[in-house]
């Protein structure tokens, strides 16, 4: 590449080397952090090195970015997916899911904002999951609707202590109905803990031992 400084306007033109020892392929290399700087060229009227990091990193905002260790699969946990829990579980409209991200699975894998996250279902399809998810927008909380395959959804646990507790509560009150006697509130309302009662505490006394009362002293106004 050669560029005549003189007219700072021109355009850079190329020039073919003849000679093998002038003819190179690559850049000069320069040691890790460094920066090598290229012949100029002409930008705006004016001439601008093109200068050219070595040794780092570029920053990236893909759609699967920062997620090398989001994603990965746990120890002893890569491979093939198990059949009987990924494809065999039955998804109806209204239930609870938790949004996975399985990297054995490329195809249908959600952001990884939604992973993690619990939504409802909305929509099935023969290799998808339409789920619902609340998502928090600076003051707003927005229903968003995504499609991810069936890999990476699994049923929630997070109503599984509600679904016992309805059950539980049921069976008290069909007892009740059945001997007649009513059920106490405290076996089907839940609560808040209470304060604990109060009790008295007594001090021993061991011979010459007595208990110490410790008042405050008297206020004395000195002048």
């Known amino acids: ?3 005549d400084s003189a007219d ?6 190329v020039e073919l080397l003849s000679t093998p020892e002038k003819r190179t392929s690559s850049p000069p290399i320069a040691p890790e952090g460094a920066s090598v700087a290229f012949p100029a060229f002409a930008v705006k009227g004016r001439l601008a090195p093109v200068r050219w990091s070595v040794g780092r990193m570029p920053h990236s905002f893909g759609y699967r970015a920062r997620t090398r260790d989001l994603f990965s699969r746990k120890f002893r946990k890569a491979g093939t997916l198990a059949i009987s829990k990924t494809y065999m579980p039955v998804y109806k409209m209204g239930d609870y899911v938790d949004v996975v991200a399985n990297s054995a699975q490329q195809k249908g894998m959600p952001h990884r904002f939604y992973h993690g ?3 409802i279902v909305f929509n099935v399809t023969p290799s998808s999951i339409g ?7 600076r003051s707003r909380i927005l229903k968003k609707r995504i499609h991810v395959r069936v890999e990476h959804v699994r049923h929630s646990k997070c109503r599984a202590g509600f679904l016992a507790r309805v059950q539980k509560i049921g069976a008290i009150k069909e007892a009740a109905k059945k001997t007649g006697i009513k059920a106490p509130i405290e076996q089907i309302k839940r609560f808040p803990t209470q304060p604990k009662a109060g009790y008295f505490v007594t001090a021993e006394c ?3 031992k007595l208990p110490i009362v410790v008042r405050p002293k008297v206020f004395n106004e000195l002048l």
């Not at 700072?8 to 033109?13: D, L, N, T, V």
């Open 117 to 119: 996250r619990t939504g």
């Open 8 to 13: 700072a306007s021109a355009r850079p033109c």
């Open 1 to 3: 590449m050669r560029f």
């Open 206 to 208: 061991r011979g010459d």
């Open 131 to 137: 789920v619902e998810v609340n998502k928090q927008v």
